[in-house]
């Protein structure tokens, strides 16, 4: 592990509004890992862990699987490893180009989500009067 302050499982909990229960099955489906762990054992993250955690978080709301976190979070984790080949780093570009096209696809579909519960919201507004 790096000489970066480390944060315990509930400090990240709490900085990223996660449950302790969601951090561990991330870690558990081999979507995230700790960079340690403390000689009684506890989870030890990272600020860099935090920021790949909030990565994640932000994929949530936007429908994901957990696949397709995997696949995010590995493309990333190329592109940022200097040690990647050339066509490595490139198909990581290709897939993370796609991936950006889906999201705002999206996000478009929930934007028409929420003017639908806001029409919703003005109906029942007019309705009570």
């Known amino acids: ?41 506890f989870r030890l993250y990272t600020e860099t862990d935090v920021d790949k955690i909030l990565v994640i978080r932000r994929m949530k709301p936007l429908g994901f699987s957990l696949d397709e976190m995997k696949t995010v979070m590995a493309d990333i984790n190329t592109l940022a490893d200097s040690s990647a080949s050339q066509a490595a780093q490139d198909e990581a570009r290709q897939r993370l180009d796609a991936t950006q096209r889906d999201a705002t696809e999206r996000r478009q579909k929930l934007v028409r989500q929420l003017a639908m519960a806001d029409e919703f919201i003005d109906l029942v507004s007019a309705r009570l009067g």
Not at 24 to 38: C, D
């Open 1 to 41: 592990m790096s000489d970066e302050p480390v944060l315990h499982i509930g400090e990240v909990a709490t900085r990223t509004d996660l449950s302790l229960r969601s951090l561990r099955h991330w870690e558990e489906v081999g979507l995230l890992k700790p960079s340690g762990r403390s000689d009684g054992g």
